[in-house]
Nanobody
């Protein structure tokens, strides 16, 4: 089991950037898969990006080329760099490892 705490969300204009962080309560070195999900109002939670312990990444089609997921095992942290943000990227971004979930961080893209 691992506790996950997200940070870095906020209000940003379309075209802007944000970097989200997900800090884990213990070493993530042995955690094979870590992921970012997002939940928009009235919509189902959707997978945004995944990274494995070997560094393999996968992205939702809607964010490919704009978002980058990375992990720093020494800092027990997973990041999500989000560029060229669009209003439809608005939502609560939630970190996941195994069956453990963080509380999420709100991202709002609006002019």
């Amino acid at each position: 089991q691992v506790q996950l705490v997200e940070s870095g969300g906020g209000l940003v204009q379309p075209g802007g950037s944000l970097r989200l962080s997900c800090a884990a309560s213990r070493s993530i070195f042995s955690i094979y898969r870590m992921a970012w999900y997002r939940q928009a109002p009235g919509k189902q939670r959707e997978l945004v990006a995944v990274i494995t312990s070997g560094g393999t990444t996968n992205y939702a089609d809607s964010v490919k080329g704009r978002f980058t997921i990375s992990r720093d095992d020494a800092k027990n942290t997973v990041y999500l760099q989000m560029n060229s943000l669009k209003p439809e990227d608005t939502g609560v971004y939630i970190c996941n490892a195994y069956s453990d979930w963080g509380q999420g961080t709100q991202v709002t893209v609006s002019s």
